[in-house]
């Protein structure tokens, strides 16, 4: 099915109602876009299996979630959106400068879609699994997109994000900016490949999130960005075999697996010695290689999202392996 989305009309101001922050996975796969005419539009993007026309480049976008705004800044239209909101820990990256002057709210819950209604949009970019969702902006003519990195059968790679951002480029008519920042990415990734290519034995690596008091411990599957990431530096993934991004991890597997190299994921207020200070302090993990051997990497979770910012992420993750050789 079809849905055609025209600007909607600017609406009286409604109430603020923020909604819990979750941690919640999406999913989300924009094919690539159908010219329909000369100019480009109408244009059918296939989101999530869910298809969105437009009649004409989007020029005001609010985006959910820490990955969408720095996608669209890589495809060079980062002056289009007026709102980024859900940025638990804000991390653009290398595309900072680029998205300082838009509005950063709501950063631990999202906007409730009356909100959303109030700025106007004509798209939003967020995550399947999001509060709002894109039948309740459909219903105000609002289109809504997913990020391809979220998609159920998403398998986290490189590909995907470099799709989306020539995508976001067709759609607002910046593909020269695109297409460019593209190719400068490959290259990133393609010159951390080619240090590891010679790698013979692959580490037992796990890539983790601990909550602040250590209570809660999760890890990464084989289908998440940061799993894509240890295969090109030359680890192992413990969990490979899980066919997930995210998942609640068990301890005992852990130990039994037993990491050499723990890539830790902050998140929210954590710092890289808070989120160290409460995985040692689970005493049951104590005897793990990768802690007896100090071999505990912690970055920011934006290194690992399904974004552009990954690639800066694979660069700080293979300076930090080095650094422990």
Known sequence: MSIGFTRPARLAPLPVALLAAVLLTGCGSPAPATVKAAEGFPMTISSCGRDVTFTAAPKRVVTVGSVAGPLIAAAGAADRIVTRTFETAPFPGQYRDALKN?????????????????????????????????????????????????????????????????????????????????????????????????????????????????????????????????????????????????????????????????????????????????????????????????RVIAVPFGYTGPGPVAVEGLEVLDRELGAQR
Do not use: W
């Not at 470099?162 to 008519?173: K, N, P, Q, S």
């Not at 050499?260 to 207020?269: D, F, R, Y």
């Open 102 to 294: 838009t509005e950063i709210t709501a950063p631990t819950g999202e906007l409730a879609r009356e909100e959303i209604i109030n700025r106007t949009p004509d798209l939003v970019v967020s995550f399947e699994g999001a509060a709002v969702t894109p039948d309740d902006l459909a219903r105000v003519d609002i289109p809504l997109l997913v990020s391809r990195g979220y998609c159920r059968d998403a398998a986290g790679s490189y590909d995907d994000i470099f799709a989306d951002i020539e995508l976001y480029g067709r759609l607002f008519g910046t593909s020269a900016a695109a297409n460019t920042e593209v190719t400068t990415l490959k290259q990133r990734v393609a010159a951390v490949a080619d240090r590891h290519r010679a790698d013979r034995t692959a580490r037992p690596a796990a890539a983790l999130i601990i909550s602040r008091d250590g209570a809660k411990l999760s890890a990464y599957g084989s289908t998440s960005t940061v799993a894509t990431q240890m295969r090109i530096l030359g680890l192992d993934n413990v969990f490979d075999d899980v066919a997930k991004r995210n998942f609640d991890a068990s301890t005992e597997t852990l130990i039994q697996r037993d990491p050499e190299v723990i890539i830790l994921l902050t998140q929210g207020t954590q710092t890289p010695e808070s989120a160290r200070t409460a995985l040692r302090e689970r005493p049951e993990l104590a005897g793990l290689h990768a802690i007896r051997e100090n």
